[in-house]
């Protein structure tokens, strides 16, 4: 995940990306992303963790939520991502909720929408909760068949203007795709009339119910044309939109490649980028399923490195600390792109394609024809971030 705007400018999450740098530099886990449940009142064609209505026999008890929780406090997380499967179905979803706030923690949902109310974004928005991220697809004759419920789009709709009129910002989702491109643009164009201040673009990831589904994606041509538009806005007087891209890590040296041929300084993001990658993988950020699994990424849900049951959370920091010392390879080798420590490539889709995180991802936005010279430079020209190994004792930090 990278927010485009935050990270080269001042945009609306600069604040919590610097926090997760400082965390990490600390030694901290610096972002998590929590699937609370995977229970799910819709049945998304792409859901990468085929969510249904289904509790899981070994979901975390509501005693362990709690205190996973009191963790996350203690050790200072910036950032906490309440999701699902559907969030808002798991009973104490308000006491986990209201607990991280209470340390401090900012918190983003990320649900469905269809369980919002006027009561429910009142009590969010009382909660100091400054963002819900919510899923759109296309117009309701495409969203409702994909989500696999009807009405599903209307009830999303009027759920975010309740929202934005209870003052809480909302963030529209949507996977990227061969079948929701055709829709990319009017929706972009629809978050503007909603007061939505934040888009989150996510390549398809073929796992769940898009298993093998590789074809799917767009083409590379596809996603350079959304990031010359994406440019355009950025630096537009009018719009203050803030962009977040999953799961193409390549978008970002693409995009600071544009800034930089239209004489922009990008110190400040390179910078930020050699502490935190593009793929945070192994730099602070972990996914934590509704079973206690605890993942480098959400978006491979069968690659765990442990149990939040069988270690602390300071110990999963450190466990995934030794993923980021090591170099990517193949096409995102330090040898083969000098963007390979900002960039990375996708480790999850590495994973999901090969069974070895460290391979080399092949949906780069990049290539070798393009001239790289100029960016190359002003990264050459940032400091480096002395990686160290994460302390884990707790108080040492």
Not at 56 to 69: G, S, Y
């Amino acid at each position: 995940m990278a927010h485009v705007r935050s990270l080269f400018f001042k945009g609306p999450l600069a604040d919590v990306e610097n926090k997760a740098v400082t965390a990490f530099k600390l030694g901290r886990p610096s972002d998590v992303i929590w699937n609370i449940t995977n229970r799910c009142n819709l049945l998304c064609d792409h859901c990468y963790m085929a969510a249904d209505a289904h509790v899981r026999p070994n979901e975390l008890t509501d005693e362990e939520t709690i205190a996973l929780v009191h963790q996350m406090g203690e050790r200072g997380l910036p950032a906490l991502f309440l999701s699902g499967g559907e969030p808002m179905m798991r009973k104490n979803f308000w006491e986990i909720l209201e607990l991280a706030r209470s340390y401090g923690i900012r918190v983003t949902v990320s649900t469905n929408c269809t369980l919002m109310t006027r009561d429910a974004a009142k009590r969010l928005k009382a909660n100091g909760i400054d963002w819900i991220a919510t899923s759109l697809y296309g117009p309701a004759e495409f969203h409702d068949p994909m989500v696999g419920v009807a009405g599903t789009h209307d009830r999303v709709i009027n759920a975010i203007k309740i929202l934005r009129e209870e003052g809480v910002g909302v963030a529209i989702k949507t996977a990227i795709s061969a079948a929701t491109w055709p829709y990319v643009y009017d929706l972009i164009q629809e978050a503007k009339d909603l007061d939505c201040g934040l888009i989150y673009f996510c390549d398809l990831i073929t796992s769940g119910r898009s298993e093998g589904e590789d074809d799917g994606r767009i083409t590379p041509e596809q996603w350079r044309e959304l990031g010359d538009f994406i440019v355009e806005d950025i630096l537009s007087e009018e719009s203050k939109l803030e962009w977040d891209i999953g799961a193409m890590p390549s978008f970002i040296p693409f995009v600071a490649e544009k800034f930089v041929e239209r004489g922009i300084d990008v110190s400040n993001g390179l910078e930020r980028l050699k502490t935190i990658s593009a793929c945070p993988v192994g730099k602070g950020h972990m996914n934590i399923n509704s079973e206690g699994g605890i993942m480098p990424c959400q978006f491979a849900q069968d690659w765990t490195v442990g149990s939040i049951r069988e270690m602390s959370l300071q110990d999963a920091v450190a466990e995934l600390y030794k993923l980021d010392v090591r170099e990517s390879e193949g096409a995102c080798s330090p040898e083969a792109c000098e963007y390979s420590r900002i960039c990375r490539g996708c480790r999850a889709k590495a994973w999901q394609r090969t069974g070895d995180p460290m391979a080399e991802d092949v949906t780069c936005l990049l290539h070798a024809e393009f001239d790289r010279s100029e960016l190359a430079d002003k990264l050459a020209a940032t400091p480096e971030f002395a990686r160290s190994a994460p302390c884990s004792a707790p108080g040492s930090c």
